[in-house]
């Protein structure tokens, strides 16, 4: 019986051995609880080996002998769920790389999407700071139309030869001819917010230039300049800051205006936060 006993002990510690083997190729980190359970069967083993010995040197009955392989049982299977609960733990380790790793990967996916949108916001940013013609095709008005023919439309439509055929390839821009009608006004909607540098005013030039003296121009509550000479071209330039989103042509006295071409020069557009 004594041989039975020392066999059953010694297959206990083998498979001990093994399960510490298993529990050695996992991390440090992750092995604290299955160490502390390892402890305690450890203690529990001893504790059974003191009370065999114990049992041999009192020569009690085999009954008791019986009893205490059944426990070395009972702590064997024991045994056997710490090692599938470790390899459990070792599959969730596992798994946790996994899923650091894809983290990993998000992130640097991540990156370089932040690192593309920066690049495209340079671009942008690069485009809406050129100072440019913003003006050209916008939508435009006038508070009335000489013959129903000679339109706002014609200020921006980007036409301004020399010619002087203001009826054929180059028409201007015409209020309803009344010089002792006040308020003519021409309204060029930008379309945006914009930084205004430059507007530039073409006069016709196969007459009437002096129909633009007393015009002043604005954007939108700002006055950026006004004509007080008969010139083919004005240019008022804008030093400040002066955002707008329209453009005002007004004409202060009791008298006609005709153009054949606004020019509005900015950079933008902006939002309302930018500026
Ligand atoms: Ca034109």
Redesign the pocket.
């Known amino acids: 019986m004594l041989i039975v006993i020392q066999l059953v002990i010694l297959s206990f510690f083998s498979n001990a051995l093994r399960a510490e083997s298993v529990a050695a190729s996992r991390p440090a980190s992750l092995d604290s609880e299955v160490r502390a359970i390892k402890d305690q069967l450890r203690e529990v083993s001893l504790s059974l080996r003191e009370e065999m010995y114990s049992l041999f040197g009192d020569n009690r009955s085999d009954l008791l002998l019986l009893q205490v392989i059944d426990l070395i049982k009972e702590v064997k299977e024991m045994q056997g769920q710490i090692i599938g609960q470790a390899e459990s733990i070792e599959n969730i380790e596992s798994k946790l790389v996994e899923s650091l790793e894809s983290l990993e990967r998000i992130e640097d996916s991540q990156s370089e999407v932040r690192s593309q949108v920066t690049e495209v916001n340079g671009k942008v940013e690069t485009m809406r700071s050129e100072i440019r013609l913003i003006s050209q095709q916008k939508l435009t008005w006038q508070n009335s139309t000489l013959g129903d023919r000679l339109f706002s439309e ?7 030869t020399l010619s002087n055929d203001w009826n054929g390839v ?4 015409h209020p309803i001819s009344g010089h002792n009608q006040r308020n003519f006004v021409l309204i060029i909607d930008l379309g945006g917010l914009f930084k205004i540098r430059t507007v530039k005013l ?1 006069s016709r030039i196969d007459c009437c230039q002096s129909y633009n003296l007393g015009v002043f121009i604005y954007a939108d509550g700002e006055q950026i300049g006004g004509i007080v000479e008969e010139k083919p071209l004005y240019n008022f330039d804008v030093n400040q800051h002066v955002y707008a989103r329209k453009i005002y042509v007004k004409q202060s006295l009791a008298k006609n205006m005709n153009f ?2 606004i020019q509005v020069y900015g950079s933008g557009p902006y939002d309302e936060s930018e500026v």
């Open positions: 014609y200020a921006v439509d980007g036409v301004y180059n028409p201007i821009q073409w054949r071409e």
